[in-house]
């Protein structure tokens, strides 16, 4: 009888561990396949941010306009800042092969990026309880790319950006046309290269 | 397009050498055989075949010298095109960054800067206060039908600052005449640099900056300041990329 309660246990054990494994190997699979189906859902050029710019005697008066995917406004800010360049900083985060951009300090030549406004918290919509950039906003967005654009947005937010360690970087960017040579009524686009993680302005 | 391939021209070209052969036989038969009958209504019936296929022969025939030549073409325009994709992919790097010491008030770096033919132009090493550095580069992008001919796009390293040292009161990287020096090592290779038209590179820059209409004449897409800039949480390597694509990028070199 003792014999068979060894076997038997035995038996237990070799099936929760199979059942262990089983589960571990769905999790590993799954979330791989998450990333990537994610990742294809993202546009390789796009326009998340467009600005307006004014600068008068050591002022610069700025209208930022956020865009999802479909290049639908879904924020904006207006404000000014002192000096005479304005620095719109990014977070590139490559996943991948990918970047992704997240507009999210506003500085000029004269303020140190320490002393800089944020501005991600502007675009932030919130899904059933999920936080969501709603820059990332996408036509053919599903369950999993909300949650896999969530989780990296929930690591810039609580400051653990550094998580990425060498797969993120930062780009502030900056005009560089003479002052009296912006029109304040242009419009300037940040032009987001998702596979390369380069981004430009460009005067529409 | 028709799909035509050499079974149907080889049907063509037989069936109009059948009809020719026959028209050939009955004309033989009318001019040294007078007395042999042979209906006359078969014989033009013969010849508008043979007329007919000798047409659509030659049609065939010149559709397929077209057809030939188009191949030809794309196939071209395919070699070219993966030359516009190979110039449109490339990257050249700017800058290496090496951490070599660091705290939580100040860190240690070297900045070995490249000219954009990848020849080393100027090494230093620089203390500067604060935990991330900031390195920025004025980047000319052009339009994307001059870097698919061959242009390249441009860009040179300007001011060093960190997260608590403002862009204003960061370092300049290249003197006035340093970067003079820098652009013009390289000024043979870019678009727009004839010895008429500029006298090089920087002038060529600086005439963009402050003149947007000159700018655009030339191509230039965007010019834009871009700072590239990471925490530093280790003694380790940043490269910084220009793409031709449009923009900046910087990679932590693993050892």
């Known amino acids: 009888m003792k014999k068979y309660f060894w076997l038997i246990a035995i038996v237990i054990l070799f099936i929760l561990a199979a059942f262990i494994l089983k589960i571990t190997y769905n999790f590993v699979i799954r979330s791989r396949v998450n990333v990537e189906k994610a990742i294809s859902i993202l546009k390789n050029e796009f326009i998340p941010l467009k600005m307006k710019i004014f600068i008068s005697e050591n002022i610069i008066k700025y209208q930022l306009k956020f865009y999802d995917q479909m290049g639908i406004n879904v924020a904006a800010i207006n404000d000014s800042i002192s000096g005479n360049q304005l620095l719109i900083d990014f977070y590139v985060i490559k996943i991948k092969d990918n970047n992704l951009f997240f507009p999210y300090l506003i500085y000029s030549n004269e303020i140190p990026p320490v002393m800089g406004k944020k501005i991600f918290e502007v675009y932030e919509k919130n899904y059933d309880g999920i936080l969501f950039p709603e ?70 | 397009m028709l799909n035509i391939d050499n079974k149907i021209i080889l049907t063509l070209l037989s069936l109009t050498i059948i009809f020719s052969a026959l028209y050939t036989v009955f004309q033989f038969l009318f001019k040294f055989h007078p007395e042999k009958k042979v209906s ?177 004449k030339n191509g230039v897409r965007s010019i834009v300041g871009s700072a590239l800039h990471h925490k530093i949480l280790s003694k380790s390597t940043f490269k910084v990329y220009l793409q031709n694509t449009g923009g900046l990028t910087m990679v932590q070199e693993n050892f």
């Open chain 1, 135 to 204: 820059i990332y906003a996408s036509d053919d967005m599903n369950e999993n790319y909300l949650y896999f654009i969530s989780s990296i947005w929930q690591a810039i937010k609580s400051g653990n950006i550094t998580f990425f360690s060498s797969n993120y970087n930062g780009n502030a960017l900056h005009l560089l046309s003479n002052i009296s040579e912006i029109d304040p009524n242009a419009v300037y686009e940040f032009v987001c290269h998702t596979a390369k993680g380069g981004i430009e302005i460009v005067k529409h």
């Open chain 2, 40 to 216: 006359k209504i078969f014989f033009i019936f013969f010849t508008f075949l043979k007329s007919i296929f000798i047409v659509a022969f030659i049609i065939v025939g010149l559709y397929f010298v077209y057809y030939i030549y188009s191949t030809i073409n794309q196939y071209l325009t395919l070699i070219e095109l993966r030359k516009y994709v190979k110039n449109l992919s490339k990257e050249r790097v700017l800058a290496k960054i090496i951490i070599t010491d660091f705290s939580d008030i100040n860190f240690n770096c070297i900045v070995e800067l490249y000219s954009l033919s990848g020849k080393i132009f100027k090494k230093d090493e620089y203390q500067i206060q604060g935990t991330e550095f900031y390195i920025d580069f004025v980047v000319l992008n052009f339009d994307y039908i001059f870097i698919e001919k061959g242009e390249n796009n441009i860009a040179y390293p300007s001011v060093l600052f960190s997260d608590l040292i403002s862009y204003d009161n960061g370092i300049q990287l290249l003197s006035p005449e340093e970067l003079k020096n820098y652009l013009s090592s390289d000024s043979e290779k870019f678009y727009g640099l004839s010895e008429n038209k500029v006298n090089s590179l920087s002038n060529f820059i600086f005439k963009c900056i402050y003149d947007n209409s000159f700018a655009r």
